[in-house]
């Protein structure tokens, strides 16, 4: 016989070894009842000492199984009772404590064996082969034949299958797989490059530097590996009550075989089997992880949440997360005589036939605005520089400055590098008949519903929220004032801080959401790789809805231990009862599933979705109060704003005192207040409202306010003591004109929703409205 085969009934079986004892123990139960109410009473004996056997093998084997990993299992009650019942002959009693075991493992088991999968996916993505020069040809070879200083051929589309140098004289590479960063990354000759990345252009030549199993690919994979076993197992909920119940229940026996016998000791044991112990936990974690999944949430095993309700802290990595995952078209600046729109559609009608990462993105943004699109002639691609081709009867190129034909440093294309350096974006140059005529900006942008979801971290009880990035310090600091998030971090050091949830979805992420507190990837978006390494998957594109699973995780384990005290109370009370010999064997155990119906029935309040009714209260009309006063004076401190941005069109050197002093408003008294409305308004606000998440519209106001005032430091700190010259004057205007118009609008906008809380507050004035 096959011997595969062989391991893999093996394997089936250990499995599902709680779920057959669980058919058999049920199934001898019955059929014992059927042979008494016969009146075949040998028969039903002989049906329930069988049963009996499979529940005191099964207990004995846990048992062990937990002592030789140094705990205490509340299985050893269980194996004394059933060794009990038997001795006393009570077989009934004994053949319902199997039952009841058994089936509390199959739930655990089931809970535990939902999430775990091998890394399978991962290896599939790995390449097989490799494309290797030899003798002046090009041979297809096994991954493992590869060498360190063999000359490799990547062609397009395809992942690098080892580290090496770049030798061609430019490549694009695709990362996001193991950066998670959604913008592509172009490379020059004699950059080093890593396995596992995607070439994203035209083929290149790569000079191998390591071997396929010391790649840094193949490195991914072992650390997600060796993160997952290095993982403490789940000490399950039961046990950690055995350590104080098995001698309380032991002690209450003894008393008992003083008092009146062995048979008194066996009726205090049949009632001290931990039944709710073993059914209550288990129930209830995996109604939780129903009710988690539907809201599209994939929690692995009851263990995770257990760990959820613990943390506090988030961890989110920027792109794919908070960020679309993917490059946008984000402006047009035009060069001279030809407009944004016919710039943006003649690029996009020649990236038509351009295999470049970005080039999808720019055909996106032509069409979303319903350009129209001409099919290019006669074009060529010269790698690292651009495109070239004719569209429309003109000449046109598309790529770097040098090659769109930029000379020096003219008006528009400092503005186009400020801007980009400003927003972390991508330039892309175009040229029109031998002329530059524009540039392209392009950045990942960030999701519209980012805020909403730090916002939802922060009602499932998550008080402190960092972002985590490997990309340049602008860029992260600019996510993180939109998306309101506590922190920016570019290397993760939480864990030591407090319990975390790490979010991501790159295989860079998979690692570190192996050794989380409690690891989300989003499955959604991402990688097989962070899938599998992470104790919990979001099927839906929310981040969002991780605020629920930890309202979700608190509430079940609440109410698991509701019912686990009420169980063990139940069963204390009983021990009393059964050591005064008023309850025997047979009908303690009858009692005693009466008492497990009642706390699973309890324990089920877990499937319930999460709802809550809340009121405004006094305090919170009283901040309404404060903040709609205060609006009175941020409005003359708004109006400086205007008052800087004309000045500087008539006195520059003059306006920047004004612009200077208007930044000093707006960082010590504008920001403030509209950040205390975040933190202490707002969510009473949503109470009242109701409805998901109703103030979501304000709140993105305050992102764009925090990165308006943010660029606009950055601006005055780069001009300094100097003149500023026409671009700068361009971007201060630019800046303090979008400010003003901005915090108009939004301090009217928060005027009506005040009026909203029905308080004796006078009304708005039109005279108050932009």
């Known amino acids: 016989m096959d011997m595969t085969f062989v391991r893999g009934i093996r394997a089936w079986l250990v499995r599902r070894s709680a779920l057959l004892l669980l058919v058999v123990t049920t199934a001898g139960m019955v059929a ?197 076993n290095a993982q403490a197992p789940f000490v399950r909920l039961a046990d950690r009550y055995a350590m104080w119940f098995l001698p309380l229940s032991l002690a209450v026996a003894g008393v008992a075989w003083a008092l009146g016998g062995a048979e008194r000791a066996v009726a205090v044991l049949v009632v001290a089997t931990p039944c709710p112990l073993i059914l209550a936990a288990p129930v209830a974690l995996v109604s939780g992880l129903s009710a988690a999944a539907r809201r599209g949430i994939v929690v692995k095993n009851g263990g995770v949440l257990e760990r959820l309700a613990r943390c506090t802290t988030v961890l989110l990595d920027k792109t794919g997360t908070l960020t679309a995952g993917q490059p946008a078209v984000t402006a047009i600046v035009p060069a001279g005589d030809v407009p944004a729109e016919q710039v943006l559609a003649l690029a996009a009608s020649l990236d038509q036939a351009s295999g470049h990462v970005l080039a999808t993105a720019v055909v996106h943004a032509a069409a979303e605005r319903g350009g129209r699109l001409d099919q290019p002639a006669d074009v060529t691609e010269r790698h690292g520089q651009g495109i070239e081709g004719t569209v429309a009867g003109h000449r046109v190129r598309l790529g770097r400055a040098e090659w769109a034909g930029v000379t020096g440093a003219p008006p528009w294309v400092r503005a186009v590098r400020r801007r980009a350096w400003l927003d972390g974006a991508l330039t892309v140059f175009v040229a029109v008949d031998g002329e530059p005529a524009g540039a392209l900006l392009l950045e990942d942008r960030i999701r519209p519903d980012a805020r909403q979801t730090i916002r939802a971290l922060r009602r499932g009880g998550i008080t402190r929220i960092v972002l985590a990035t490997g990309d340049r310090a602008e860029a992260a600091g600019a996510v993180g004032a939109l998306t309101g998030v506590d922190e920016v971090l570019a290397e993760r050091r939480e864990q030591r801080q407090a319990a975390v949830i790490m979010t991501g979805d790159g295989i860079n992420d998979a690692p570190a959401l192996a050794l989380a507190d409690v690891g989300v990837a989003m499955g959604a978006r991402g990688s097989t790789a962070s899938s599998e390494a992470a104790d919990a998957v979001l099927t839906v594109d929310h981040l969002g809805r991780l605020g629920e699973a930890a309202v ?80 009175q004076h941020i409005r003359a401190d708004i109006e400086q704003l205007r008052i800087a941005a004309d000045a500087l069109s008539t006195n520059p050197a003059a306006g920047m005192a004004r612009v200077r002093h208007a930044h000093a408003l707006l960082v010590g008294e504008i920001w403030p207040h509209e950040n205390a409305e975040e933190a202490d308004l707002y969510p009473a606000l949503n109470r009242l409202l109701g409805g998901a998440d109703p103030t979501a519209t304000m709140s993105r106001a305050h992102a764009e306010i925090a990165y ?63």
């Open 32 to 228: 014992g009842g059927v042979a008494w109410l016969a009146g075949a009473g040998r028969a039903a004996d002989a049906a329930w000492l069988g049963t009996a056997a499979c529940g005191l093998a099964y207990a004995l084997w846990v048992a062990t199984a937990s002592f030789v990993h140094g705990r205490i299992s509340v299985d050893v009650i269980a194996f004394l009772a059933l060794a009990g019942a038997v001795a006393v002959g009570e077989l009934l009693a004994a053949a319902v404590i199997s039952v009841m075991l058994t089936s509390g493992r199959t739930l655990e088991a089931w809970a535990d064996y939902r999430a775990r999968h091998d890394l399978s996916a991962l290896l599939a993505r790995a390449p097989r082969t490799g494309r290797r020069y030899r003798d002046g040809s090009l041979e297809i070879v096994p991954l493992d034949q590869i060498a360190a200083g063999d000359l490799l051929l990547v062609a397009a589309g395809e992942v690098l299958p080892v580290d090496g140098t770049l030798v061609t004289a430019a490549a694009v590479l695709d990362e996001s797989a193991l950066t998670g960063e959604a913008l592509p990354v172009e490379h020059v000759q004699g950059d080093a490059l890593r396995s596992g990345t995607l070439n994203a252009a035209g083929p290149f030549d790569l000079r191998a530097t390591t071997d396929a199993a010391d790649s840094t690919y193949a490195g991914i994979v072992r650390l997600v590996s060796e993160a997952e």
């Open 552 to 631: 979700l995780a608190r509430r079940t384990r609440r109410i698991a231990l509701q019912s686990v005290l009420a169980g063990m109370g139940m069963s204390l009370a009983a021990m009393a009862v059964a050591a005064a010999g008023w309850l025997p064997a047979v009908w303690g155990a009858l009692l005693q599933e009466a008492i497990d119906v009642a706390v699973i029935l309890n324990a089920l309040r877990a499937l319930r979705p999460v709802t809550a009714a809340e009121r405004l209260t006094g305090a919170d009309a009283a901040l309404t109060e404060r903040f709609r006063t205060e609006h």
């Open 708 to 770: 308006q005032i943010a660029r606009l430091g950055r601006l005055v700190a780069d001009i300094g003591d100097r003149t500023p010259d026409e671009a700068d004057l361009g971007d201060l205007r630019g800046t303090l004109y979008g400010l003003h118009a901005i915090l108009r609008l939004h301090t009217a906008q928060e005027d009506e929703a005040y009026l909203s809380l029905g308080d004796d507050a006078e009304p708005v004035t039109q005279g108050d409205r932009p």
